[in-house]
Each structure stands twice: as structure tokens, then as C-alpha cells.
């Protein structure tokens, strides 16, 4: 069992260039978080996804942030055009129902 | 989901009880508190969860009031590698809100 995982760990955009983030669930999990952590602050909720469904977007800004969790492959958090700050640590979650989330060790995105 | 309110930061000495607390007096019936920490910059790893009767595991114990207004998480014997910054959070929903959490340093 593999764990959630996510990748690039680390992944540098210059501004104005597109980000795309990975998240394969833990095998049997098909709920799917996502959280951005800014330097020096706790965790910020953004998107919650089952297979082919956003259920929960409430923390998603409203323009250039996307997600998907597709019925096949890993769910993937999208943002497009980014700017300095959206630097952060980007970490996604597992569950297979409504408990037991496993976090994967996150992408670090730096805009430059 | 209900707020939590934990002290910004505890001392512990190494190989002593470390005893987090965490107040949530606007919990509802139905939610759950858990208890994950963060080591440095890595992911959140779950520590322990529980509804209205303590809880133990192999890392923690998980003491809720009778009122279910308050909890304390136990770390039994701290060691170094428990230095971490460890969130309470209540949730009935379908996602976790983190807040700031508690920094806990365990000194040699």
C-alpha cells in the first residue's frame, strides 16, 4: 500500500505559466482532498472531489484554480497564469468515506 | 464545523506526558474530534480520533470531557521526534478545517 501520493514534490512555474499538480488516493480510497498550506500558516481547505464529482469547491478561488479526479488516473489540481502568490505547498488527502483522510507529502510550487 | 481554540506553543521535556489541550464548546452531537500533527514541512499525519469516549492507540490517548466541550491529547513518553505542530479539529462534514494548531518543542 503505496500511500497517498503526489507529485512533482517540488515544481517552479515562472509567472503567467501553468501548474499541474498530481494526487494518486490510496487503492480503495475515491474521496479526494485538496489543502494549500502558505509559508508560516495552517492548512486552507480548497476542493473536495469524488470520482468524476466536485462535491465541495468552497475553498477553490474563483478564477484560475481547477480540479478534476477522473475515472481513471490520478485527481489533478490545475492553476493556470500563476502569480507569486500562489507559492505554497499544495498537499492532498485520501479517504474512502467520510473518515480516515492520509495525506500525501505535498507539492511545493514555487512561482518565479 | 465547529472552531477549536489550542495554545500557540508548549515546552515538553523528553521522555514526559506531553498534554495538549483543545477547547470546542460549540461542538455538535454528531462531530468528531480529531487529532493530526505536521513534522517540519511533511504532510499531516493522523493521530487519533474520537466522538465522546476516550480513545488510546499506539501513539496517543484521546481524553473528551462528559460535556464534550473540551479534549486533551496525550503523549505518553515525548520524544524528540515529537516535535510537530498538532492540530485539533471537529468536523461531522466531509473534509477537516485546520486551524493554527499547538507548536510542541520536546526538549532534551
Known amino acids: 500500500n503505496a500511500g497517498v501520493m503526489q507529485n512533482p514534490r517540488h515544481l517552479v512555474r515562472r509567472r503567467g505559466q501553468e501548474a499541474r499538480l498530481r494526487c494518486s488516493p490510496m487503492k480503495g480510497h475515491s474521496h479526494v482532498y485538496w489543502y494549500r498550506q502558505l509559508p508560516e500558516e495552517g492548512l486552507k481547505f480548497m476542493v473536495y472531489l469524488q470520482k468524476e464529482n466536485i462535491i465541495d469547491e468552497s475553498g477553490m478561488p474563483k478564477e484560475r484554480f481547477s480540479a478534476e479526479f477522473p475515472k481513471e488516473g490520478p485527481s489533478i489540481l490545475r492553476i493556470q497564469q500563476v502569480v507569486r502568490g500562489d507559492s505554497a505547498a499544495y498537499f492532498c488527502?485520501?479517504?474512502?468515506?467520510?473518515?480516515?483522510?492520509?495525506f500525501g507529502s505535498g507539492t511545493r510550487l514555487t512561482v518565479v | 464545523d465547529a472552531k477549536t481554540t489550542q495554545p500557540p506553543s508548549m515546552d515538553c521535556a523528553e521522555g514526559r506526558a506531553a498534554n495538549l489541550p483543545c477547547n470546542h464548546s460549540t461542538i455538535s452531537g454528531n462531530e468528531y474530534v480529531y487529532w493530526y500533527r505536521q513534522i517540519h514541512s511533511q504532510g499531516p499525519q493522523y493521530i487519533i480520533h474520537?466522538?465522546?469516549n476516550n480513545e488510546t492507540n499506539e501513539m496517543a490517548s484521546l481524553i473528551i470531557t462528559e460535556d464534550r466541550k473540551s479534549s486533551t491529547l496525550i503523549l505518553p513518553h515525548a520524544t524528540l521526534r515529537d516535535t510537530a505542530v498538532y492540530y485539533c479539529i471537529v468536523t461531522g462534514a466531509n473534509n477537516l478545517f485546520f486551524g493554527t494548531g499547538t507548536r510542541l518543542t520536546v526538549i532534551p
Open positions: 488527502a485520501s479517504s474512502p468515506g467520510t473518515s480516515g483522510y492520509t
Open positions: 474520537g466522538l465522546k
